[in-house]
């Protein structure tokens, strides 16, 4: 005989209830599709929740939709400019600098002078010369100042051209016959973490480091603005395979307990929980080969609490709001 699922009345004073109240005020770890939960097998029930009781735990929804997927690897590295792109300069005369016409980090363009010097020739007074940008970026370093003595080949500034920029990440033995030349990536950065720069792999590093056994991977990407600077951290997500049509829902929906993979789908007023399979992932969507049909309506937000209900059965809706707890000797009547 198959088991009967029951549903019982959850109401302000339901232990249930309180479990999920107490799990809100603890900070959850963040895990990917959600986190590793550890549960039993006994048989549940759907999550039924008023409005009310649905605002109080912030539950959102996503839709269960067809979109164009990628299953990536995920690297970190940092930003650097290009060698080629940077220009070290310097005067071909000894003499002293007399006057500067630039600071550190203001752009520049080819041909734009720089510093004039006094040269150390008989002359009433002496013969100047200025020095000029070879090229148009950023004055990355100014490494004179008024006054000072120089000779020739002195560096004198340091200009870079950032237009375009690499991102140098590490990739290690297991994972490196999955990169090729020409393969498309995503990077994203701490500095702007909703922006997403594309990028190609540009080079694969030709030896393996015997110590961490990762190679090196440069990825070449535009900076039109200027945002990405040297140094900053960044994570590229190299796009192995593609599908131009895969039945997807956000990353956040997903849940993990005990090996399955599960969502909470809305039906009316209801939560049931839906055991998925699962195909490619990226870093914001996973696809779906099992266990939803697009326009399904999966929650993204408070389904860890919705999670906790079940354990317990669920809930049946009585049109009351889940109150916060109160502290002891504070304790509010349920409206009448």
């Known amino acids: 005989m198959m088991p009967i699922c029951r549903t019982r009345r959850l109401d302000w004073r339901s232990p249930a209830l309180g479990i999920v109240m107490t799990l809100m005020a603890i900070p959850q770890p963040v895990f990917a599709h959600g986190g590793e ?7 549940k029930g759907p999550v039924s929740l008023s409005a009310a009781q649905a605002t109080a735990i912030g539950l959102t929804l996503g839709t269960a939709d067809f979109r164009p997927l990628a299953e ?13 792109r940077q220009a070290q300069v310097s005067a071909r005369i000894s003499g002293q600098v007399t006057a500067l016409y630039v600071q550190l980090g203001e752009p520049v363009k080819a041909g734009e002078r720089l510093a004039r010097i006094q040269a150390r020739l008989v002359g009433d007074p002496p013969p100047s010369v200025d020095v000029s940008s ?12 008024v006054g000072q003595s120089i000779e020739p080949a002195s560096p ?32 994203r950065t701490l500095s702007y973490p909703e922006k997403i720069f594309t990028a190609k792999v540009t080079l694969i590093g030709p030896t393996l480091d015997p110590a961490s ?16 600077k040297p140094n900053l951290f960044a994570k590229a997500a190299v796009v192995l395979k593609h599908n131009a049509a895969a039945l997807a829902v956000a990353n956040s929906g997903i849940l993990e307990a005990n090996g399955e993979k599960f969502v909470f789908v809305k039906q009316a007023d209801q939560y049931n929980r ?13 696809e779906v080969t099992d266990g939803v049909v697009p326009g399904d309506e999966v929650v993204l937000q408070g389904n860890r609490e919705l999670y906790t209900l079940w354990l317990t059965g669920g809930g049946k809706r009585d049109g009351a709001a889940a109150a916060p707890a ?5 304790a509010q009547k349920p409206p009448k």
């Open 37 to 43: 939960i550890e549960v039993g097998d006994s048989v």
């Open 72 to 84: 990536v690897l995920t690297l970190n590295g940092e930003i650097q400019l290009l060698v080629e």
């Open 134 to 145: 070879p090229k148009g970026g950023i004055v990355d370093a100014v490494n004179v100042s």
């Open 156 to 187: 004198l500034f340091q200009i870079s051209d950032r237009s375009q920029v690499n991102m140098v990440a590490r990739v290690y033995e297991e994972d490196l016959g999955k990169i090729r030349l020409g393969q498309e990536a995503r990077i």
């Open 213 to 228: 056994r990762t190679a090196v991977v440069w990825f070449r990407l535009a900076n039109p603005d200027g945002l990405l």
């Open 274 to 286: 839906v055991d998925i399979a699962t195909g490619l992932s990226d870093d914001e969507y996973t």
């Open 326 to 330: 109160q502290p002891a000797g504070n």
